[in-house]
């Protein structure tokens, strides 16, 4: 069975400063990956997923992941965040070799953007 | 348009009492997931429906819990004699449609929030 690992739990970053979040995966074969976020007040909704293809992938908000396959890693980052980020992030993983599979998510990370 | 809805949004339930929630999907949504998400913690899956069919009830953690989708649409998840271990927020989302790599994006409801006092 896969699993995630969300290594912070809360973050708090000033506007402008950089962000990157760690996602890391356990499972042995391929798999989908996603980060979904949860503004306050909010329902949780997807920031941007990767199924095949580019490792490198852009989401909505200027938000960016990578993929790296050797790392069992997709972290999430931002080179400048502003105040409406703060939320939740989730990552969250399914096996993709074969047909539906149920998705895994991890903690969350809070992430607060002070002014 | 209309995303997912819940209902009701928060319910106290008295410990053994029986308690029904509801989960109206977007429409066309083929696929239903419920999950249950407690505090400090990321949603936890429990069960997967594809129109009315059950395909996935691994996540259920007793007997006690029981979800339905018998037309296709609307969702009960009906959890029994309810103990204080459920409360947490339990969490809706519908997909289109699974992906042939079994990716899928899910659309989720805002959630009820279950207190077992």
């Known amino acids: 069975a896969q699993s995630v690992s969300q290594h912070n739990h809360h973050v708090i970053l000033s506007e402008a400063a950089s962000l990157e979040l760690g996602c890391n995966y356990s499972?042995?074969?391929?798999?989908?990956l996603f980060w979904y976020v949860q503004y306050p007040g909010q329902h949780l909704q997807l920031l941007l997923k990767?199924?095949?293809?580019?490792?490198l992938v852009k989401g909505i908000k200027g938000f960016e992941a990578e993929f790296i396959k050797s790392k069992f890693s997709f972290n999430l980052r931002k080179p400048s965040v502003q105040w409406s980020d703060t939320a939740e992030y989730f990552c969250?993983?399914?096996?993709?070799?074969?047909?539906?599979?149920?998705?895994?998510f991890g903690i969350g990370t809070k992430l607060q953007v002070i002014p | 348009g209309a995303g997912v809805s819940q209902s009701p949004r928060y319910k106290v339930a008295k410990r053994g009492q029986d308690v029904a929630l509801r989960c109206d999907p977007i429409?066309?949504?083929?696929?239903l997931f419920w999950y249950q998400q407690a505090l400090g913690q990321g949603p936890e899956f429990l069960t997967y429906?594809?129109?009315?069919?059950?395909?996935?009830k691994s996540g259920l953690p007793s007997d006690r819990f029981f979800a339905e989708r018998p037309e296709g649409s609307v969702s009960t998840l009906k959890i029994q004699r309810t103990q204080q271990e459920d409360s947490a927020v339990y969490l809706c989302?519908?997909?289109?449609?699974?992906?042939?790599?079994?990716?899928?994006?899910?659309?989720f409801g805002p959630g009820t929030r279950l207190t077992v006092t």
């Open positions: 989302a519908s997909s289109l449609e699974v992906a042939a790599g079994g990716g899928y994006e899910q659309y």
């Open positions: 499972y042995g074969g391929t798999v989908n």
């Open positions: 990767y199924f095949s293809g580019d490792p």
């Open positions: 969250a993983v399914n096996p993709s070799d074969g047909g539906y599979q149920k998705v895994t």
């Open positions: 429409s066309g949504h083929v696929s």
């Open positions: 429906f594809q129109n009315e069919a059950q395909l996935d």
